[in-house]
């Protein structure tokens, strides 16, 4: 599948992208804020384009004025999500290279993401979990209409031995189609 907004094509990952995507991934200002590790060289990317960014639903952000991916999206749907939630449900993931940053890119990528998700793939509802502090991931869940549900104090950060908050947000098919 591929998916195309205004500025972005969004479609899968491929084994030449790793180069692009270490290029972005291994800044320490990115992987980190969303729970995931610093990528450490072009190998290191390429595994994880096969093992993870490889899941269904999970899409390149390509920037058309660059022609390569400067970040990632992705809906987790189900029982692929992070969060107990029924397959009429997913969770939403994303990120973006730092001289990206400010640019609408993924609030653009994201708004795309929830029109796949309600209107292609049926989903009832689209969750997003951001950790304490993340204030780009909550200006594009602003941006893009999801409300606040919940908070989650002392959750187990994967990169080391500490806990963290996570704020929980959503939004259903109905509040999404209102906004549009």
Same mark, same amino acid.
């Given at each position: 599948?591929?998916?195309?907004?205004?500025?972005?094509?969004?479609?899968?990952?491929?084994?030449s992208?790793?180069e692009?995507?270490y290029?972005?991934?291994?800044?320490?200002?990115?992987?980190p804020?969303?729970?995931?590790?610093?990528?450490?060289?072009?190998?290191n990317s390429?595994e994880?384009?096969?093992n993870?960014l490889?899941? *269904?639903? %999970?899409y #390149?952000v390509i920037l058309?004025?660059?022609g390569? &991916?400067v970040?990632?999206? !992705? /809906?987790?749907?189900?029982?692929?999500?992070?969060?107990?939630? *029924?397959? %009429?449900? #997913?969770e939403?993931?994303?990120w973006?290279?730092? &001289?990206?940053?400010?640019? !609408? /890119?993924?609030?653009?990528s994201a708004?795309?993401?929830?029109?796949?998700?309600?209107?292609?793939?049926?989903?009832?509802?689209?969750?997003?979990?951001?950790?304490?502090?993340?204030?780009?991931?909550y200006?594009v869940?602003e941006?893009?209409?999801?409300?606040?549900?919940h908070?989650t104090?002392?959750?187990?950060?994967p990169l080391?031995d500490?806990?963290?908050?996570v704020?929980?947000?959503?939004?259903?098919?109905?509040e999404?189609?209102?906004?549009r």
């Amino acid at each position: 599948m591929i998916l195309e907004t205004t500025r972005l094509i969004l479609r899968p990952w491929e084994d030449s992208d790793a180069e692009a995507l270490y290029k972005y991934a291994s800044s320490p200002e990115v992987g980190p804020a969303a729970g995931w590790a610093v990528h450490t060289s072009v190998e290191n990317s390429l595994e994880i384009i096969q093992n993870v960014l490889s899941a *269904p639903e %999970t899409y #390149a952000v390509i920037l058309k004025e660059v022609g390569h &991916p400067v970040g990632s999206i !992705g /809906l987790m749907i189900g029982k692929a999500s992070n969060s107990d939630i *029924p397959d %009429t449900e #997913a969770e939403i993931g994303y990120w973006i290279g730092v &001289p990206y940053w400010g640019r !609408g /890119l993924i609030t653009e990528s994201a708004r795309e993401m929830l029109r796949r998700g309600f209107e292609d793939l049926q989903l009832d509802k689209i969750w997003c979990n951001i950790y304490d502090g993340n204030v780009r991931s909550y200006r594009v869940e602003e941006k893009c209409g999801f409300k606040f549900h919940h908070t989650t104090e002392k959750v187990p950060f994967p990169l080391d031995d500490t806990f963290r908050t996570v704020h929980t947000f959503c939004i259903s098919k109905e509040e999404w189609l209102a906004k549009r």
